[in-house]
């Protein structure tokens, strides 16, 4: 943390500790998988599915804010790979419908379960009860933070 410079009460400058400090923990989590395993963007886009369960590709490059072009070079890879599928939609035979495949769950709980068996391992080892109920406090604001953006 001692990297993180110090933040008034100006809403820039937590701003900008925060867009640093988020951006390094993703950064370290991204450079723990291994080369050649999905991307940050499939990552999402599996997440999306998953979650919030079948969907277009113009939906979801709303969804995601990319082009509708990345989206399809990001749906494509991970249709090759067989963690999405594609079939017509039933009310729009011209629209396509894309679904999380069991392998894309798979894929997904993997990475998940090794992103935070990291973190838990670093807070377990790092910080005190004190500093993890603190960590533990600011989860709903961080989340609101997410769904304003």
Known sequence: MDDIPPVADDPTEVGAALRLAVGRIARRLRQAHAVGDVTLSEVSVLARLDREGPDSPGSLAELERVRPQAMATTLAGLEERGLVSRRPDAADGRRAV????????KVLADRRS???????AVIRAEFTDDERHQLLAVLPLLDRLAERL
């Open 98 to 105: 894309v679904t999380v495949t069991d392998a894309g769950r």
């Open 114 to 120: 090794e992103s935070v068996q990291r973190l838990g």
